[in-house]
């Protein structure tokens, strides 16, 4: 793979400096050879994944209860009117 550092400071829209471009071009090319010698690595019959362990979210079971009577919603709410939520107006 042949990846020029001006490309792809160019494609990013950034300006580097010769040391930068000295440094950042060693490092580049570090990563690309690790990324080559992973390419040499058998992977027949591996699947593909986004992550190593299995993901699955942990959530209740959605089942129906009572909810808060307005009286006890609003009970420590520091500005209430009787039956609302009081909030500071932010639109003038």
């Known amino acids: 793979m042949n ?18 471009k000295s440094r950042y071009g ?12 992973l390419n040499e690595l058998d992977t027949t019959g591996i699947e593909p994944t986004s992550h190593v362990l299995s993901i699955s979210n942990v959530t209740r079971e959605d ?4 909810s808060l009577c307005r009286e006890d919603a609003l009970m420590n ?3 209430k009117t009787d039956a609302f939520y009081r909030v500071p107006k932010i639109i003038e």
């Open 3 to 20: 990846i020029s550092l001006e490309h792809l400071s160019r494609l990013a829209r950034l300006a580097l400096t010769e040391e930068e």
């Open 77 to 79: 709410a520091p500005d």
């Open 63 to 66: 089942i129906s209860r009572p």
């Open 26 to 37: 060693n490092q580049l090319d570090n990563i690309l050879q690790y990324v080559e010698k």
